[in-house]
């Protein structure tokens, strides 16, 4: 198994610009997450999904949005990059049970201009 | 609401000497306690978790973990510290009664460990 794979590792972005943020996972969890990591702030969640078709936002959830249309995909799109948003993004999965651990992926260092 | 405070940024140690990285917490009810550690460049890999019975909780590459409810505390341990376990250490915690993504992670510790 891969686990969860995040694309890409590395993306510049002026002011402005869109992307996606591409994360997948193929151990068949429900439970997806994105996770912004700042110095000194630990983890914070952005986005989450218990389920294909269902999303709900996290801590901080503005400025970006997500869709979950497979179990295995759960991309992370920025409308309008700023940058306040200049981060290391990761994305981690959990199997259904409420008791389990995440798994994260390798993340995706973000810098905005 | 929940919380958890990881009171050293930093923490020194010589290879072979014990280590300890500390962590309260704060919850309404009854938690689940994790430790993930978090490798240069990497994302963050599952060492232990807490969920009830047995306050010393056993994980991965010899770290192991104590729960003391009184203290509200989850202090993360080895007995021989390795200069291979020097990364960036995260404690989390979520109250029971809650759903996953309600998990909330510390600040984490820098754990260096000198040769």
């Known amino acids: 198994n891969a686990g969860v794979t995040q694309t890409p590792k590395f993306q510049v972005l002026k002011t402005g610009q869109s992307m996606t943020l591409q994360c997948a996972q193929d151990?068949?969890?429900?439970?997806m997450s994105w996770y912004r990591q700042d110095p000194g702030m630990g983890l914070r969640l952005i986005h989450y999904?218990?389920?294909?078709?269902?999303?709900d936002q996290g801590e901080v959830p503005n400025g970006y949005n997500v869709s979950r249309s497979t179990t295995e995909d759960f991309p992370l799109r920025l409308l309008s990059a700023a940058p306040s948003q200049t981060s290391v993004y990761f994305c981690?999965?959990?199997?259904?049970?409420?008791?389990?651990?995440?798994?994260f992926g390798p993340g995706t260092r973000l810098t905005v201009t | 609401a929940q919380s958890v405070a990881q009171p050293e940024d930093q923490v020194n140690v010589a290879e072979g000497n014990p280590l300890t990285v500390k962590c309260t917490y704060s919850v309404s009810g009854n938690p689940y306690l994790f430790w993930y550690v978090q490798y240069p460049n990497r994302g963050l890999q599952f060492l232990l978790k807490y969920i009830t019975g047995d306050n010393l909780v056993k994980g991965s590459y010899g770290f192991e973990a104590e729960f003391n409810k009184s203290q509200t505390s989850f202090h993360l341990k080895k007995p021989s510290a390795l200069v291979s376990d020097s990364a960036l250490y995260f404690c989390a915690v979520r109250d029971r009664n809650t759903g996953f993504q309600k998990l909330v992670f510390g600040t984490g510790t820098r754990l260096l460990v000198s040769p």
């Open positions: 151990m068949n969890h429900e439970y």
């Open positions: 981690a999965s959990q199997g259904g049970r409420a008791l389990g651990e995440q798994y």
């Open positions: 999904s218990v389920g294909a078709g269902i999303t």
